[in-house]
């Protein structure tokens, strides 16, 4: 921003609340630069989960739960809903506030994503705006998807998922395997960082740092941490 959106004149910058900002000398204006929110929806539908095929970018042709920004003249819910049916042509219903979380990090710019579980309730399910495809995963069959936060949600989703499916008829636990333990190859990764970057303390690890960090096989120990550590971080 060049010149003060208040009195035109050009902004210069200033300390103010322990940050160096743009402000006006002339009228006082200080520009503070917030993060904008946003909606996610994760639209539970025939047994998986709801995911678009993005058309544009960022992470252009990977799928991703529908989602994006709230308009100045809606609520969080109503946004959510307009942009399930937008991005997927499905009417949905707000089953619950799944969980908010935050991205300082972008892209493009930082902001806060409200996550909220939904049901079909009307529609057809196709790609609509900002999708080249519009189709329902399975638990088993889910992407990597390109966003921090989808891919945090998802891991929350399934953790619950997971749960509910423990409890067996009449409460009962139910034992069941989440993973197969063998020798980590080679091949494997880049989906072992990719699983790591799912708890929140490893969000700033790089694939470099990574590679330089673990060997191969240490890496497979990490995985398996992870998935513990990812079991007991993620609240219901």
């Known amino acids: 921003m060049t010149y003060c959106p208040v009195c035109g004149h050009n902004l210069t910058t200033r300390e103010d609340g322990g940050r160096i900002r743009q402000a006006c000398a002339n009228c006082g204006y200080v520009h503070y630069v917030n993060p904008v929110p946003t909606v996610g929806v994760v639209i539970e539908m025939d047994g998986g989960i709801v ?21 100045a003249d809606e609520s969080a819910e109503e946004g959510a809903i307009r ?24 892209p493009p710019q930082s902001g806060i994503m409200i996550f909220y579980r939904a049901r079909p309730v009307g529609g057809e399910l196709h790609a609509g ?13 889910l992407p990597l998807l390109p966003f921090r936060t989808h891919r945090e949600m998802i891991a929350q ?19 069941r395997a989440d993973f197969i333990i063998r020798p980590a190859e080679l091949s494997d990764a880049q ?46």
């Not at 942009?83 to 300082?104: D, F, H």
């Not at 423990?166 to 409460?171: E, F, I, V």
Request: charged residues 30%; proline residues 5%.
């Open 51 to 71: 995911l678009i095929k993005r058309n544009r970018p960022p992470h252009k042709g990977m799928w991703a739960l529908p989602s994006g920004y709230i308009e």
């Open 83 to 106: 942009e399930a049916e937008e991005e997927t042509g499905l009417k949905v219903e707000i089953l619950e506030l799944a969980t908010v979380n935050s991205y300082p990090e972008g």
């Open 129 to 141: 705006d900002d999708a080249d495809d519009a189709q329902v995963f399975l638990p088993e069959d």
């Open 157 to 175: 989703w399934l953790e619950r998922r997971a749960k509910a499916e423990q409890g067996g008829a009449n409460g009962r636990h139910v034992e």
């Open 191 to 236: 989906q072992i960082m990719a699983l790591l970057h799912l708890i929140p303390a490893n969000r700033d690890l790089s694939a470099t740092t990574g590679a330089k960090s673990f060997s191969v096989s240490a890496r497979a120990r990490a995985l398996r941490c992870s998935w513990r550590k990812l079991a007991n971080s993620h609240r219901s």
